[in-house]
């Protein structure tokens, strides 16, 4: 059974949220990079890019980064990682680089994150930007910019569908 909890205009006005933040904490949009975690953190890094740049006015790198090989239960999983591009279009040395993912939870996969773009360069600043965040972290990682917090127990899983795959936006709680 599933349980929509943010649908369009939800997912929307988190965004728009997020894009302010960005600006107020980093005093504009100079020197940022938008980096995407593979797959629905490529898409909300882009949703944030066109949101930033209807404020702002100017346009600001937006990259993606897989972090499949970096995480921490590659000896453990049956399947095989599908490995995804990573591309980050500018030069991250001395940039405030923010990662953007879908869904923050046991904070592993920013974990991965962060050493998938220290191995690219090195960044002024790493700051972390999601749609949800979920609870229940295992590692001390906090997010600086949240759509919505969303307290779930650690048996229930939260789905982002965004229109980029095919469905319609919204989050599920299943």
Do not use: W
């Not at 909890?5 to 728009?16: F, G, M, S």
């Not at 990259?63 to 453990?76: A, K």
């Amino acid at each position: 059974m599933s349980k929509e909890l943010l649908d369009r205009k939800d997912i929307e006005r988190a965004v728009t949220r997020m894009a302010h933040e960005i600006i107020e904490k980093n005093k504009g949009i100079k020197n940022i990079c938008l980096v995407g975690i593979q797959r629905g953190g490529v898409h909300l890094a882009n949703r944030l890019s066109a949101r930033l740049r209807d404020i702002e006015g100017s346009d600001l790198p937006v990259g993606t980064l897989d972090i499949s090989l970096y995480r921490d239960d590659l000896n453990v999983r049956k399947d095989q990682p599908v490995v995804r591009r990573t591309q980050v279009p500018c030069e991250i040395n001395n940039k405030k680089v923010v990662l953007v993912d879908d869904v923050l939870f046991t904070g592993r996969s920013i974990r991965a994150a962060m050493d998938a773009v220290m191995d690219l360069g090195r960044p002024s600043a790493i700051q972390l930007a999601v749609l949800v965040d979920r609870g229940h972290r295992e590692l001390p990682v906090k997010a600086d910019f949240v759509g919505k917090n969303i307290p779930t127990s650690i048996n229930e899983t939260v789905t982002v569908h965004l229109s980029e795959d095919g469905d319609q936006d919204r989050v599920a709680l299943e």
